[in-house]
């Protein structure tokens, strides 16, 4: 068990509709990571939020956003969603100072199927 | 850009018998490099990682890795494989910046034969 937990585990949706993945960090955890494994693309990182505000943007859609609250948890929130963002979509935090670097630890993922 | 190859999609190895797994990667500084492992279902978990220092790194279930400067590599060994090793293995790669994120490879596929 990394510490970090993922809600919910499973998400069936349809085509145009909005949902919300949720990431509770460990504890003393500053940073979280959002990444995407899909067959195709592979595991692919998305965004990262550092103490509440955006640090880094990889290749995240227009349509993905992301946010991290004051009690660290984070949450990202897909919207007009489409079969092709059916995907696997993991958590990962780290403590992360500015000008460091630490390793990441990963939820156990939100396995998202659009029908 | 960085980047991570891993040639090996799928692999078979027989339980006892050794174990490589390749990773190459593509850096402009010393990288940040880590060996990452999905069961089914599962999250990832860290194998082993390497920052700087000794080459020749041990990690968590008798894996080890080599960070090879001149070849770009970072291959993941085990001298010998048990039946619970199989599974999907990621190698990563660190980025330049302050940010942390990982790019990671596109993972190879370990079957055990018994």
């Known amino acids: 068990d990394s510490g970090v937990t993922q809600t919910p585990k499973h998400l069936i949706t349809a085509t145009g509709q909005r949902v919300t993945l949720r990431c509770s960090p460990r504890s003393g955890d500053l940073s979280v990571y959002w990444y995407q494994q899909s067959l195709d693309q592979g595991l692919q990182f998305l965004i990262q939020?550092?103490?509440?505000?955006?640090?880094a943007k990889g290749n995240i859609l227009e349509r993905f956003s992301a946010q991290q609250f004051p009690d660290l948890h984070s949450e990202l929130n897909l919207s007009s969603l489409e079969l092709g963002d059916s995907a696997l979509y993991f958590c990962a935090s780290g403590v992360s100072g500015r000008g460091s670097y630490n390793e990441q630890f990963f939820g156990p993922g939100t396995r998202l199927t659009v029908l | 850009a960085q980047s991570v190859t891993q040639p090996d999609i799928h692999i078979t190895v027989s339980e006892g018998a050794s174990l490589e797994l390749r990773c190459n990667y593509s850096y402009g500084a010393t990288p940040y490099l880590f060996w990452y492992v999905q069961s089914p279902g599962q999250g990832l978990q860290l194998l082993l990682k390497?920052?700087?220092?000794?080459?020749l790194v041990q990690g968590i279930k008798g894996f080890e890795a080599e960070f090879k400067r001149s070849q770009s590599s970072f291959n993941l060994r085990k001298p010998s494989v048990h039946w619970s090793d199989a599974a999907e293995y990621f190698c990563?790669?660190?980025?330049?910046?302050?940010?942390?994120?990982?790019?990671f490879g596109q993972g190879t596929t370990l079957q055990v034969k018994p």
């Open positions: 390497y920052f700087s220092g000794d080459t």
């Open positions: 990563a790669v660190g980025s330049s910046s302050n940010t942390g994120k990982l790019i």
């Open positions: 939020y550092y103490n509440g505000e955006e640090r």
